[in-house]
């Protein structure tokens, strides 16, 4: 079993950062690859970002190339995602997820656990 807390977000203007944590708890939170997501209102929710149970692998979505960067700290069983350039359209709901993989899943139904959420909201 493991939960995820989710902390960081707030209201920025776009162009500004934020800096999103996730604190998981469990002795084999190390083993989990960790995921990004994020649920704007009326929207599916989408894939952000996602590392690999041993930092070595991120795979990232198109829409966040070059402006986010996620890292974990095994640790600490914390996740974190810095977002530069933040836009008024990555406005949403920010939710951390853990899954069983080996690799870097990107679906929804590859992740096993997931956190309420961190709201984030960018001002034009």
């Known amino acids: 079993q493991v939960q995820l807390v989710e902390s960081g977000g707030g209201l920025v203007q776009a162009g500004g950062s934020l800096r999103l944590s996730c604190a998981g708890s469990?002795?084999?939170?190390?083993?989990?690859?960790l995921g990004w997501f994020r649920q704007a209102p009326e929207n599916e929710r989408e894939f952000v970002a996602v590392i690999s149970w041993s930092g070595g692998r991120t795979y990232y979505a198109d829409f966040v190339k070059d402006r986010f960067t996620i890292s974990r700290d095994n640790a600490k069983n914390t996740v974190y995602l810095q977002m530069n350039s933040l836009k008024p359209e990555d406005t949403a709901v920010y939710l951390c997820a853990a899954s069983r993989s080996s690799g870097v899943p990107k679906w929804t139904y590859a992740y096993d656990y997931w956190g309420q959420g961190t709201q984030v909201t960018v001002s034009s």
């Open positions: 469990g002795r084999t939170f190390s083993s989990y690859a």
